[in-house]
């Protein structure tokens, strides 16, 4: 099915452990990005990717590393997670230039990732 | 840079009633977009409705409707007829709408208002 997915859509680990949340969009957007969201911070951008092998820096980058090899896929590690890291995390896409004038910059959500960090 | 506030964390309303959620925004942009997200218990994000700065016209969609105020940088939300299914954290989002007309999926989201609605 045509979409973007997250797994896993839940995750527990230990202080000091390494996590790789991963993301997969089949509509060959050339825009992926991480968010997390927290109660009382509403949803704020950790990276994002304008094309495969370009990634930037969002608001709240720190402990985390991305990479995107394909379009398609833009995983999200914790290198060493901290329980400051504790969120839920989601993905997104957009087409970007491909969509034209047309594109509002609407974001299309996968379905998120629940993290705990014990 | 942007700043999108929603002062009002909690908001509930019974079923069948009208309510208004509020959402404020800091910009010294003139070219940008406006969005509602729903995001039900299930987590997903849900697009309700989108306004685009350069149109004066309030957007309306079905039973959602905003009230665009761009000089008072002020773009609420009106839910008609609530629904049991209109239960949700409701979030306001904005995004630069950068030369060439395109945007690129940034978006600076409010805390978020979580919206009960009761039989």
Same mark, same amino acid.
């Given at each position: ?34 968010? /997390? ?45 901290? /329980? ?35 | 840079? $942007? %700043?999108?506030? $929603? ?16 959402? %404020? ?43 665009? $105020? ?14 049991? =299914?209109? %239960? ?11 030369? =060439? ?10 805390? =978020? ?7």
């Amino acid at each position: 099915d045509a979409g973007i997915t997250q797994s896993p859509r839940y995750k527990i680990t230990e202080t000091g452990r390494q996590v790789t949340l991963m993301c997969h969009q089949t509509w060959s957007h050339s825009y992926m990005f991480w968010y /997390r969201q927290d109660l009382g911070h509403g949803l704020r951008l950790i990276y994002y990717s304008a094309a495969a092998d370009i990634t930037d820096k969002g608001e709240v980058p720190d402990g985390y590393v991305v990479s995107r090899s394909k379009t398609e896929n833009f995983p999200l590690t914790l290198e060493s997670a901290t /329980r400051s890291q504790t969120s839920v995390y989601f993905c997104a896409s957009n087409a970007g230039l491909a969509g034209g004038n047309s594109n509002t910059g609407e974001l299309f959500f996968g379905e998120g990732s629940r993290l705990t960090v014990l | 840079a $942007q %700043t999108v506030t $929603q002062s009002q964390p909690e908001m509930s309303v019974q079923e069948a009633e009208t309510v208004t959620l509020s959402c %404020t925004y800091d910009t010294s942009e003139n070219n940008y977009y406006l969005f509602w997200y729903k995001q039900p218990p299930s987590r997903q994000m849900i697009l309700v409705i989108r306004q685009e700065a350069y149109k004066q016209q309030n957007a309306t969609e079905n039973r959602f409707s905003v009230n665009f $105020q761009k000089a008072a940088k002020s773009f609420s939300l009106k839910i008609s007829d609530s629904q049991l =299914g209109d %239960t949700a954290m409701y979030f306001c989002a904005f995004i630069y709408r950068g030369a =060439g007309g395109t945007s690129y999926g940034k978006l600076t989201f409010g805390q =978020g208002t979580i919206l009960t609605v009761h039989p």
